[in-house]
């Protein structure tokens, strides 16, 4: 998956971001959406919300 993601970040003239890198621009649009952190705790795969919560929530 790096192969293309560095491809289409190239192809696109995009700011160079690795793919694991999208988690935060994500996590906090969703949640400026109105997006349940449960939903983005599963998401993400963390097994506590507090983490999530933690890593992701707007201060």
């Given amino acids: 998956m790096s192969n293309q993601w560095r491809d ?6 995009l700011p160079a ?4 890198g999208l988690r935060h621009p994500y996590a ?3 949640l ?3 997006v349940n952190i449960k939903v983005l705790q599963q ?3 963390h ?4 983490d999530t ?5 707007l201060h």
């Fill in 43 to 45: 998401q993400f795969g």
């Fill in 28 to 30: 906090s649009l969703m």
């Fill in 47 to 50: 097994a506590n919300i507090r």
């Fill in 53 to 57: 919560l933690n890593i992701y929530s």
């Fill in 17 to 20: 971001i690795s793919f694991h």
């Fill in 32 to 34: 400026a959406k109105g």
């Fill in 8 to 13: 289409i970040v190239r192809q696109h003239e």
